[in-house]
């Protein structure tokens, strides 16, 4: 886990993703791809939850989470081909 602060004094935690988290994650996630700029899917598809929740449960490759006040805000993956 590594702290941060935030221009406005904020600070954010990032931390691997806990089995806890799939949720929030997941609906992080829907919120970008739905935006239709970053990522080429509208809607993140049920295997794609399946296969997020199983890598953060197994903690397969590195799943991080930002979080500010107990909130996650961000996440980041990499995972082994």
Same mark, same amino acid.
């Given at each position: 886990?590594?702290?941060?602060?935030?221009?406005?004094?904020?600070?954010?935690?990032?931390?691997?993703?806990?089995?806890?988290? !799939?949720?929030?994650?997941?609906?992080?996630?829907?919120?970008? $791809?739905?935006?239709?700029?970053? !990522?080429?899917? !509208?809607? &993140?598809?049920?295997?794609?939850?399946?296969?997020? $929740?199983?890598?953060?449960?197994?903690?397969?490759?590195?799943? $991080?989470?930002?979080? &500010?006040?107990?909130?996650? !805000?961000?996440?980041?993956?990499?995972?082994?081909?």
């Amino acid at each position: 886990m590594k702290k941060y602060s935030t221009k406005d004094g904020r600070i954010v935690v990032v931390r691997q993703a806990e089995e806890n988290d !799939v949720r929030e994650v997941i609906d992080i996630m829907d919120s970008v $791809a739905s935006e239709g700029k970053y !990522v080429p899917a !509208v809607r &993140i598809s049920d295997a794609q939850k399946e296969s997020i $929740a199983k890598s953060i449960r197994e903690k397969a490759g590195l799943f $991080a989470v930002a979080e &500010i006040d107990g909130k996650i !805000v961000g996440e980041c993956n990499l995972s082994p081909k």
